[in-house]
């Protein structure tokens, strides 16, 4: 008996359930097919290309790529819009070429889905393993590798292999998640296009983690989410590389709760305003752990940064933020934990051009210790906040670097716990309040600064008076101070119109002012309801028109030996000795 074959779009089908609709089976079966209904064998050895794309092109939903080892010898096309590749857990596609522009993967079609399995090839030049055009395409659950780990030595970022690696990304709304990528000569992931995010994936031992590249030069306000991945050991022979992550001027990305570990260069490199960088985890890279460079509207918070620096790469810190250009502004550096053990310091804003200007810097509850440089270093043009930090270390604000502003000003430097040096460098017309520190410094010939509320318990060096304009509520141990606690600044003017009140000084047998050369006193200053532990006298004035009220030495030294004129000084605990040619002052 002879059989007839039946075609598929011949026989019906009809599921069990309720409310099933009568279908060809044709129609069934073209929701999903196998590779291996097309050919393909599968055994490594046996050239299934034609096979695979042949699977491809068959209109179907779903195409299944069962265990076994797939060898190809050409890039794999997928063209069709809204199509899943689905690679069984001990699937394994190997590119075997010499062709260094063909992929395993090149994904035209639109909302196409790769899922699972490993990709690899035989030519370490390979410009990609996956190339993605397709916008709104998904790559998840999947490993793309190389045998064995690159052995090519870049030395600077310039010679890293940025045109190469994993996947490359063309498309808008891509998705790449779940994926481990390994072994590449370049990139983990490369990303041109709008809109992608790179999620929980481990991405170890590539030349280069995830690079946000250029693009088009038609292009620019990108976005990109890097959020729970493992980033780490991206760099050759465990010390030269490029970054865990570097991010282009075109790109405001979104880096988050990331890992980012032992990289060759830095943790992070961000060049893209509009970036927040927050809840990572960054240590033991070569250099920076994390660097931004001439990005305005930045967040950088809530990150753990410590033991970078590894390969002692000179002025390494651990979250830096190098200036270059004019326009610069609203940078927010906050909430972050930082150990500096190695480099120039735990966090520092730095000037490269004197032609670079920052504007509304906030850099706020951040704890910094620093074993080696500062724990702070900042500098600004104006309108910087420094609060409510806790530095173990010494803190430099309006820091003098040899291309930073001569003046820095309106600045508030509020509450913040120093166990070291607070250095107000080039600091102007600024506010200090509230800080607990162990020492405060200043530079000469910066005027108009306010010094309140503070606590300051082993102050070493004089508080220049050209720097303040007020004094005031302060605790101050100057005790190990040499000379007077208060240092006469250089002429008449800047030693005039100071408001002093309400301090706790320990002097010793320290003055708190002393005007050593008659001619160049002050005139109008105040000073009131101050109480002083000094055993000599706390104030040797001249000039005119000053207010003495209030003060109280308890030290036994007296209030002072005054040559002055035309002033007041009344209900003061102490002795007040007049010198001859003193005339016109009210003494009581």
């Known amino acids: 008996m002879s059989l007839t074959r039946a075609k598929a779009g011949m026989i019906t089908y009809k599921n069990d359930g309720t409310g099933a609709v009568v279908r060809t089976l044709k129609d069934k079966l ?37 265990s076994g080892t797939y060898k190809t010898t050409a890039s794999i096309t997928v063209a069709s819009n809204n199509q899943c590749i ?83 990304v063309n498309a808008d709304n891509v998705v790449v998640r779940n994926c481990e990528i390994y072994n590449q000569e370049g990139a983990a992931v490369v990303v041109n296009e709008d809109k992608c995010s790179i999620t929980n994936n481990l991405l170890h031992d590539n030349v280069l983690g995830i690079h946000l590249n250029d693009g088009s030069t038609a292009l620019s306000n990108l976005t990109a989410l890097i959020e729970g991945n493992k980033i780490y050991d991206n760099n050759v022979n465990a010390a030269q590389g490029a970054d865990g992550i570097l991010s282009s001027i075109k790109f405001a990305a979104t880096i988050a709760n990331n890992y980012i570990a032992n990289n060759g260069e830095h943790g992070t490199y961000i060049y893209g305003s509009g970036s927040v960088i927050t809840g990572n985890t960054v240590t033991n890279n070569a250099s920076m752990g994390i660097k931004i460079r001439d990005c305005s509207r930045v967040i950088v918070s809530n990150n753990t940064s410590y033991a970078n620096n590894n390969s002692a790469i000179s002025g390494s810190s651990e979250i830096y933020f190098q200036l270059n250009n004019s326009g610069i502004a609203d940078v927010n550096i906050s909430n972050n934990t930082v150990n500096c053990t190695s480099g120039e310091g735990g966090i520092r804003v730095v000037y490269v051009d004197t032609a670079a200007s920052l504007t509304g810097l906030v850099v706020s509850s951040n704890s910094v210790t620093a074993s080696s440089g500062f724990a702070l270093n900042i500098a600004f043009n104006s309108h910087a906040s420094i609060i409510n930090n806790v530095c173990n270390g010494d803190v430099s ?98 030693n005039s119109n100071k408001l002093i009140c309400g301090n706790h000084i320990i002097g010793n047998a320290t003055r708190i002012m002393d005007d050593s050369s008659s001619s160049i006193s002050g005139n109008n200053n105040t000073i009131t309801g101050n109480l002083i532990n000094s055993s000599t006298q706390m104030l040797s004035m001249w000039g005119k028109n000053h207010t ?16 002055m004129t035309d002033s007041w000084a009344v209900a003061n605990h102490g002795i007040v000795t007049v010198r001859a040619g003193a005339t016109g002052n009210v003494i009581s």
Do not use: W
């Open 30 to 66: 073209g929701e999903s097919v196998s590779v291996k209904d097309f050919g393909a064998v599968g055994d490594g050895v046996t050239d299934d290309t034609a096979a695979i794309q042949a699977a491809l092109g068959s209109g179907a939903g779903t195409v299944i790529i069962p």
């Open 548 to 563: 003495i009220v209030g003060n109280n030495n308890y030290g036994g030294g007296g209030i002072g030996y005054m040559g």
């Open 86 to 168: 689905a690679l069984s857990q001990g699937t394994v596609i190997n590119l075997d070429t010499a062709t260094t522009t063909h992929n395993v993967f090149n994904i035209t079609g639109e909302n196409v889905r790769l899922e699972g399995g490993a990709l690899t090839t035989t030519l370490r030049t390979l410009l990609f393993l996956v190339k993605i055009e397709g916008d709104k395409s998904v790559i998840e659950n999947a490993r793309l590798y190389f045998a064995s780990k690159s052995t090519i030595a870049p030395i600077s970022g310039t010679d890293v292999p940025y045109n190469r690696g994993g996947i490359n």
């Open 397 to 494: 604000v309006g820091a003098s670097q040899a291309l930073a502003p001569a003046e820095q000003t309106n600045a508030l430097v509020g509450h913040n716990h120093v166990l070291g040096e607070l250095g107000a460098g080039r600091c102007k017309d600024s506010s200090f309040l509230g800080n607990t520190i162990t020492t405060f410094n200043t530079e000469a010939n910066r005027t108009g600064n306010r010094i309140i509320g503070n606590t300051i318990s082993a102050q070493a060096i004089q508080i220049n008076r050209t720097f303040f304009s007020e004094l005031s509520n302060n605790y101050i141990d100057g005790s190990a101070v040499t000379g007077a606690l208060l240092a006469q600044a250089s002429n008449t003017a800047l």
